[in-house]
């Protein structure tokens, strides 16, 4: 008899633990599936060392944008306003060529050279959103990439 039952319990914890194992494989497929990775690339930011965008399941994180043309390496002359519009009109470009719309837009992160130039940048921001405006963050910078006044990241989501 406790041959027997020094058997059952054998298969039992057996049974148990390939049961664990099957579900600890499930979990880790499902965040496989949940983790899959996009790497975007436009072939614009070619010699520098990120990708235009990254795509996390329905996420796309937009790597900064400042105010050049092209990927030319020179920032829009005219200030603060001719750059916030380029931001603008380049946040735009790579939002759209990655199959989403401005108010699929859920988060930016601002960084401005000159926190004094807040209220020009945001009046040209909102020409580009609308009511429910994204969450948003901005800093001060002392530097920006090619001298920037302003730089500008974001969030999509669908």
Same mark, same amino acid.
Not at 39 to 44: A, I, N, P, T
Not at 62 to 74: A, L, P, Q, Y
Not at 133 to 144: C, D, K, Q, T
């Given at each position: 008899m406790k041959v027997i039952a020094v058997l059952i319990a054998g298969l039992a914890a057996g049974l148990l633990s390939s049961l664990a194992s099957a579900a600890d494989v499930t979990a880790v497929q499902a965040s496989k599936q949940r983790q899959h990775v996009e790497?975007?690339?436009?072939?614009?930011f070619s010699d520098l060392p990120f990708s235009d965008a990254?795509?996390?399941?329905?996420?796309?994180?937009?790597? #900064?944008?400042?105010?050049?043309?092209?990927?030319?390496?020179?920032?829009? +002359?005219? #200030?603060?306003q001719a750059e $916030?519009?380029?931001?603008?009109?380049? *946040?735009?470009?790579?939002?759209?060529?990655?199959g989403y719309k401005m108010s699929d837009v859920v988060k930016c992160t601002v960084f401005l050279a000159d926190m004094a130039e807040w209220s020009v940048f945001n009046a040209i921001y909102k020409s580009y959103f609308s009511k429910p405006? +994204? $969450?948003?963050?901005?800093?001060? $910078?002392?530097? *920006?990439a090619l001298?920037?006044?302003?730089?500008?990241?974001?969030i999509a989501a669908k």
């Open positions: 790497f975007l690339d436009s072939g614009r990254v795509r996390v399941g329905g996420l796309t994180y937009f790597s #900064g944008e400042i105010g050049d043309v092209g990927g030319n390496g020179k920032v829009v +002359p005219g #200030g603060i $916030a519009r380029q931001v603008m009109e380049n *946040l735009k470009a790579s939002v759209e060529a990655n405006y +994204p $969450a948003r963050s901005a800093f001060g $910078a002392n530097g *920006l001298g920037a006044r302003v730089e500008v990241e974001c």
